[in-house]
């Protein structure tokens, strides 16, 4: 099993909503990463776990929480989110962190929009 | 991290070779090549990667210039299924926990 599976694959939800994305990977790898993309940009990262550990937080706004219950699960807390956060929530995962060699699995995204 | 420059934009006919550019000028010794792409609706998925010598696989070859200020992703036979944005990025050796996307070239490919 190679996949990296994000549910929803699609949210809509307005300002004051709390809503949660969740993401799950049975490669037995220890890295794991949220991206948000937006319409015809590059992915860009804002967080990354290592060993279930938060070891990169990109500046990301406190709106957005994650949280890593287990190595083969990463979730991503939405609360209190703005119009401009509507994009493509990409996550991913590596055999671990910071070797070079290490390829990124992706999921296919949740899209979110919000109202 | 070092950056990259890569066209916006490449053409190619289905079932001839693609060759991708990407610059690299500043890059270190310890800085590896790798290429992602994404192709329409999908997240990104891993191409290829190498540091000095040529590489190959099943889905394509990277060439690297012997001063390693430039590498070509080469695509052997493009299909339509090949149409996506790749991208080329550069990762630091041990201890980088990043992976940072530039702006990527989008191949379109012409039946």
């Known amino acids: 099993d190679t996949e990296v599976t994000q549910t929803p694959k699609h949210l809509v939800m307005g300002m004051t909503n709390k809503k949660s994305l969740k993401c799950e990977q049975h490669?037995?790898?220890?890295?794991m990463y949220w991206y948000k993309q937006k319409a015809k940009k590059p992915p860009e990262l804002m967080f990354v776990?290592?060993?279930?550990?938060?070891?990169i937080n990109e500046s990301v706004p406190s709106r957005f929480s994650p949280e890593c219950p287990n190595s083969s699960l990463l979730n991503l807390h939405l609360h209190a989110l703005q119009p401009e956060d509507s994009a493509l929530y990409l996550c991913?995962?590596?055999?671990?962190?910071?070797?070079?060699?290490?390829?990124?699995?992706f999921g296919s995204g949740t899209q979110l929009s919000v109202l | 991290d070092a950056k990259t420059t890569q066209p916006n934009s490449m053409e190619s006919n289905e079932e001839e070779p693609v060759h991708l550019p990407c610059n690299h000028s500043?890059?270190?010794?310890?800085?590896?090549i790798h290429w992602y792409r994404q192709l329409p609706s999908q997240g990104p998925e891993y191409v290829i990667h190498?540091?000095?010598s040529n590489v190959n696989n099943r889905m394509a070859s990277l060439a690297i210039a012997e001063d390693r200020k430039s590498s070509t992703l080469i695509l052997h036979r493009a299909t339509l299924r090949d149409a996506a944005v790749y991208y080329c990025?550069?990762?630091?050796?041990?201890?980088?926990?990043?992976?940072?996307f530039g702006t990527g070239t989008r191949l379109t490919i012409i039946p």
């Open positions: 991913a995962s590596s055999q671990d962190a910071g070797i070079y060699h290490e390829k990124l699995f």
């Open positions: 490669m037995g790898h220890r890295a």
């Open positions: 776990y290592s060993y279930e550990k938060l070891s």
């Open positions: 500043t890059i270190s010794g310890t800085d590896y």
């Open positions: 190498g540091l000095t």
């Open positions: 990025i550069l990762r630091v050796g041990f201890g980088n926990e990043k992976l940072t």
